[in-house]
């Protein structure tokens, strides 16, 4: 079936650029350059904080019931919240800190290098991403990827964000891609395989942690990057 598709679309965080090692790795840091562990009893209570409020901000936003400006404050501000340090100020440096330092981190999924050099011979590649304009780009660069890819299409452009269809669609116009010969590869099974699926795109999905309750099947399904290889 491999010899249909022309045109593949590729989630960036935690598909290729290695989004949950490197935020980790970047809330570590500043962790300790701001002295956290006053407020709380490990860097693992405050960033298990951090995570709780941050994806139910990012369902609000994908909702369109909170903007980009308020899902980032309330987002570094909640922890601190939590455990009776209301510090907007404080908060605001720690997140300044941290959206500079993390695009410049360079970890990938295992294999993604390999993989983008054997599929970019092949396909058009074009990264189809929910995250924000001023961090992809450099996230990119920074892990030395950017050069694989036709264009990069963000839900900052339109201001819808997977799942929802206008932004498949956008993406697929953006490009001058036909639906029949394009392909959706992605981590998130919500925002990239059923987005996808919806508006009638074939999907790979990358299952990176293992879900065996799956509500449909995926047209591909891999739990390795190498895979792609077999596939396409």
Known sequence: MAYQYKNLFIDL???LWAFSLNARDTFEEMY?????????????????????RNVELWEEYGKGQV????????????????????????????SDDFFS?????????PHAREVLEYLSAKYNLYILSNGFQELQCHKMRSAGIDHYFKKVVLS???????????????ALST???????SLMIGDSWENDVAGAREVGMHQVFYNVTGKTELPFQPTYQVSDLKELMQIL
């Open 156 to 170: 900052d452009d339109i201001g819808v964000l997977k799942p929802w269809p206008e932004i498949f669609h956008f």
């Open 13 to 15: 965080d935690d598909t």
């Open 67 to 94: 903007t980009k400006e308020e899902l980032n404050r309330q987002r570094f501000l909640y922890p601190l919240e939590a455990v009776g340090v209301g510090d907007a100020m404080l908060a605001k440096s720690f």
């Open 32 to 52: 300790q350059k701001y002295g956290y562990d006053r407020f709380f009893q490990s860097f693992q209570h405050f960033y298990a904080l951090y995570q709780q």
């Open 101 to 109: 330092v993390i695009p410049t981190k360079s970890k990938l999924m």
């Open 175 to 181: 490009t001058q891609s036909e639906l029949q010969d």
